[in-house]
């Protein structure tokens, strides 16, 4: 599983000239679910996410309010191609990604496990053409480190 995750002052999904997800303050989440991924590792970066200290507080300190703490939402956008390997010929290989039928559910319990923690989450639409508006806030992006190996058994 690929988490790229980006702090924004705002941002939107769009579909069809149509917004389908839109936030204030928070993070956008690009979510790339690989063959292999299950609930439990969506559930494990869902917590992650939620715990990690990524806004100031009001005194300006950096890095010490996590989502909930700074009020934040987040803005979840399916996104296969964070899967893709890139190192041979001129063409990415999309083998690592896990097929739409398997991604889905991956995909909701990731969305399921962050809203349970009280983060208000909006969403992309799953397997659409998306145009994705942000503006970074810092500029702040994370690709999230996935947990110890043999931590989730």
Known sequence: MKVLVQRVAEARVRVSDE??????PGVLVFL???RGDDAGLAEWYAGR???MRLFPDAEGNPWRLDLREAEREALVVSQFTLAARTRKGRRPSFDPAAPPDEAMPVYRAFV???RATGVPVAEGRFRAMMLVELVNDGPVT???DGPAPGSLR
């Open 19 to 24: 917004v389908v997800g839109q936030i204030g």
């Open 32 to 34: 790339g679910v690989e």
């Open 49 to 51: 996410l939620a715990r």
């Open 112 to 114: 399921r496990a962050l």
């Open 142 to 144: 994370f690709l999230l």
